[in-house]
């Protein structure tokens, strides 16, 4: 469902209640699928807000909180940039939808619109995953008084030790959440001011059933792989900072000695054409296949023998989490958060960055043999199972929202 931003009240309604905002959405028995009167405690109202436009580890995170926090009761909202990706999704799944322009920076129209957003909806949470967001609905918030804001840090660089950055953060922002420890530390070591009492941390999480099941052969098959083969996967944007380059090197190194190691890439992004150079070029150019964008990557998943992902620095790498709860190994450098989630030994290796022998020594032993992938792969299943379900990264963000929520004045 589509929620229309510019919607206005009718002359001479007054100031709605909680209850009664949003078309219909209050906190008992709305339209929009929220299920208040069937619950025990008191439903919250959300608000996710998104600005990208690409779709990536966080637009899944936003559908995975956005969903799993709507079926156990809450109201959820997702503010986004029309005809994009995530609003595709969200739509699919029955998340109400606000299209949104965020236009410029902190612009007047933006900011504009958000305050009657808030206004509009009374949202409880207030919950945004860039800055640009944080900047917009911060200040809405600030101005309206409606809704605590809780920012999730989900990038592994520093933040600028300045007035801009350091109003943003501790003015604007009410809670931080880091998606891992690494993120967390270079948050406050890049800004003494930023208290550490204030940034929490809360890992993403898969539900591991959407990866049980068989490999698909007839997959394998599409892709031209027989039973034989080891298929190396990648999935994520093609870019620099994926690593691509260093990946097609260390494959092409290790096709030379195993002839059945194969390369499955999955995702778009600027380094395409290089991708279909090398092809062209390389010998083992037969054996990578580019599939593009792909949703079925439950699927692909478990048609995989291992998941690589070299990058030079990461989000947080949920792919790798995927992978291991589809019991694949993986193969990852020792980069920003990876190695909160990869047990080096146990649930695959971690190679350093920008080094392709050794990742082509790490592809090569797991190629070899075949029993340690197994079990690797075992071992990441139960890892994600203990420390990186939904259901646990679920239970986390709604006692974070609930609690932020008691702190508001008036409640």
């Known amino acids: 469902m589509v929620i229309g931003a510019g919607a206005r009240r009718s002359p001479g309604s007054g100031r709605r209640s909680r209850a009664?905002?949003?078309e219909g959405t209050g906190t008992r028995g709305c339209r929009l699928g929220l299920f208040g009167e069937q619950c025990g405690f008191e439903a919250m109202r959300i608000l996710f807000a998104n600005s990208i436009q690409m779709f990536g580890g966080a637009e899944v995170w936003f559908l995975q909180v956005a969903e799993g926090l709507r079926a156990r009761g809450h109201w959820v909202g997702l503010v986004c940039r029309p005809h994009t990706?995530?609003?595709?999704?969200?739509?699919?799944?029955g998340v109400p939808v606000i299209p949104f322009r965020f236009g410029a920076d902190v612009g007047p129209l933006a900011v504009t619109r958000a305050l009657r957003l808030l206004r509009r909806l009374h949202p409880d949470i207030i919950c945004t995953n860039q800055d640009k967001e944080l900047r917009t609905f911060g200040l809405a918030a600030k101005v309206t008084g409606i809704g605590r804001v809780v920012h999730r840090r989900a990038i592994d660089h520093p933040l600028k030790n300045n007035l801009r950055y350091r109003l943003t953060y501790t003015w604007l922002a009410d809670v931080v959440v880091a998606n891992s420890f690494a993120t967390r530390s270079t948050l406050v070591r890049s800004a003494p001011w930023l208290r550490k009492a204030?940034?929490?941390?809360?890992?993403?999480?898969?539900?591991?059933?959407?990866?049980?099941?068989?490999?698909?052969?007839?997959?394998?098959s599409e892709?031209?792989?027989?039973?034989?083969?080891?298929?190396?996967?990648?999935v994520g944007q093609l870019d620099e900072r994926k690593g691509i380059s260093t990946l097609l090197e260390a494959f092409e190194r290790a096709a030379v000695l195993r002839p059945e190691v194969r390369l499955i890439l999955v995702g778009e992004g600027p380094l395409a054409p290089r991708v279909a150079e090398f092809r062209r070029k390389s010998a083992a150019?037969?054996?990578?296949?580019p599939l593009g964008f792909r949703e079925d990557i439950p699927r692909i998943m478990r048609s995989l023998d291992l998941l690589v992902l070299p990058s030079l620095w990461e989000g947080f790498g949920i792919v790798l989490i995927e992978a291991m709860a589809a019991r694949k190994p993986v193969v990852a450098t020792c980069v920003s958060s990876i190695p909160e989630?990869?047990?080096?030994?146990?649930?695959?290796?971690?190679v350093p960055?920008?080094?392709?022998?050794?990742?082509?020594?790490?592809?090569?032993?797991?190629?070899?043999?075949r029993n340690l992938a197994a079990e690797m792969g075992r071992r990441g299943r139960e890892r994600?199972?203990?420390?990186?379900?939904?259901?646990?990264?679920?239970?986390k963000w709604e006692e974070l929202f609930r609690e932020a929520a008691s702190e508001r004045p008036g409640r």
């Open 20 to 22: 009664d905002v949003a």
């Open 85 to 93: 990706e995530l609003e595709k999704r969200a739509l699919r799944a």
């Open 198 to 220: 204030r940034v929490e941390v809360i890992y993403n999480g898969v539900d591991p059933g959407r990866f049980d099941g068989p490999a698909a052969a007839e997959l394998r």
């Open 223 to 234: 892709w031209g792989c027989g039973e034989q083969d080891f298929v190396v996967g990648f």
């Open 285 to 289: 150019g037969d054996r990578i296949l």
């Open 341 to 350: 989630i990869v047990v080096s030994g146990e649930t695959g290796f971690l």
């Open 353 to 369: 960055p920008e080094d392709p022998e050794a990742l082509c020594q790490a592809i090569l032993r797991l190629a070899t043999d």
């Open 384 to 395: 994600v199972e203990a420390s990186f379900s939904l259901s646990r990264m679920l239970r």
